[in-house]
């Protein structure tokens, strides 16, 4: 079982990696200045997800291969088998980081439901 850090509450953890999506949402949507901001995201998110999960996790080093758009065999992304070879890879990646922090919601929000419960 994934091991979140003990001074935080997964709920909290949860609320900051929801609010990633959304920051990564609008980095999706803008036109101008992106690769700048998408490399700023991705050092906060990296940081964030060594902060919850620790150094050595399996979504740190998802994520980072999300980041390149290779970590297609990692996360589920059933729409790639329908996708032409030619596609878009900056969106490739856009949609791996997306599944990979939709991952790290739910084990936290699991890991929530599991403090409550007891």
């Known amino acids: 079982m994934t091991n979140a850090n ?3 509450s997964p709920m909290e953890h949860s609320d900051q990696f ?3 999506l959304e920051i990564l949402e609008k980095l999706g949507h803008a036109q101008v200045g992106v690769a700048n901001d998408l490399t700023e995201f991705d050092e906060e998110t990296e ?3 060594r902060q919850t999960f620790g150094n ?3 979504f740190v080093e998802t994520y980072a ?3 390149m758009a290779e970590a ?3 996360v589920n992304l059933p729409e790639s088998a329908q996708e ?5 890879l900056p969106q490739k990646a856009l949609q791996q980081r997306r599944q990979v922090l939709h991952a790290a919601v739910a084990e936290l929000e699991h ?3 599991g403090e409550a419960e007891a």
């Open 84 to 88: 032409s070879l030619s596609q878009d």
């Open 56 to 58: 050595v996790n399996e």
């Open 65 to 67: 291969l999300a980041t």
């Open 47 to 49: 940081c964030l997800l």
């Open 6 to 8: 003990a001074s935080f």
């Open 111 to 113: 890991l929530e439901k």
């Open 72 to 74: 297609e065999a990692l």
């Open 18 to 20: 929801r609010a990633q």
